[in-house]
């Protein structure tokens, strides 16, 4: 138990961990070898994102179409304003935006199956809201937080690990360097969630709006 920071560690749930460890390690391997492109990765994630956002409707009723729709439009307008901080920063790293629609269609198609069973899965629970949040919303929460310190992140050390890259790996190096300090913060903030308790988790699930 880590008490300064008041994470109890111990109650870390490595199944969380492991699978978000193992995403990002196929992901980082795609980026070594030029099949993913930085930007195709954050479509992929701010997707996720908007998703999770239209697909939590199905489990609070009390939400109306009209608040999910606008949840929907917010979540677009923060994704679009992420999006276009770690572009600018990509560009400045020497990258190359640009996306294979092959590559892309197929990750999408992948990304909307496994959200889909996600949220089948969770229907099929006893409490589908918990079930929900769990296997979603706190993925959700890393994503978006991830990608709030991804942007001051990769403004310094990103571009450092760029930087070194260049020199073994010129055409990836923007790509693999900035996707790596993502990735890594993304870990990490997956394990720190995980240490949750069910009763924290439970009170998310009751109201996981800011609004």
């Given at each position: 138990?880590?008490?300064?920071?008041g994470i109890q560690w111990h109650m870390m749930k490595p199944r969380m961990v492991i699978n978000e460890g193992i995403q990002a390690s196929l992901a980082l391997l795609s980026l070594a070898f030029g099949v993913m492109t930085l930007p195709t990765l954050l479509v992929l994630w701010l997707l996720e994102?908007?998703?999770?956002?239209?697909?939590?409707?199905?489990?609070?009723?009390?939400?109306?179409?009209?608040?999910?729709?606008?949840?929907?439009?917010?979540?677009?307008?923060?994704?679009?304003?992420?999006?276009?901080?770690?572009?600018?920063?990509?560009?400045?790293?020497?990258?190359?935006v640009g996306l294979e629609p092959a590559a892309v269609l197929l990750s999408v198609g992948l990304l909307v199956l496994r959200m889909a069973m996600i949220a089948r899965d969770a229907k099929a629970e006893k409490n589908p809201a918990l079930a929900w949040a769990?296997?979603?919303l706190m993925r959700a929460a890393a994503l978006l937080i991830?990608?709030?310190?991804?942007?001051?992140?990769?403004?310094?050390?990103?571009?450092?690990?760029?930087?070194?890259?260049?020199?073994?790996?010129?055409?990836?190096?923007?790509?693999?360097?900035?996707?790596?300090?993502?990735?890594?913060?993304?870990?990490?903030?997956?394990?720190v969630l995980s240490t949750m308790s069910e009763a924290e988790l439970r009170q998310i699930a009751g109201n996981p709006y800011l609004s």
């Open positions: 138990m880590f008490v300064a920071s994102l908007v998703l999770v956002s239209a697909l939590s409707g199905v489990f609070y009723p009390a939400r109306t179409r009209r608040r999910v729709f606008f949840d929907v439009l917010k979540m677009l307008a923060l994704c679009a304003f992420l999006a276009a901080f770690l572009i600018a920063l990509y560009l400045g790293a020497r990258g190359k769990d296997a979603a991830g990608l709030f310190l991804g942007v001051f992140a990769c403004l310094l050390p990103g571009l450092y690990v760029v930087g070194a890259l260049h020199y073994v790996l010129p055409t990836v190096a923007a790509d693999l360097g900035l996707g790596m300090v993502l990735l890594a913060i993304q870990v990490g903030l997956v394990a």
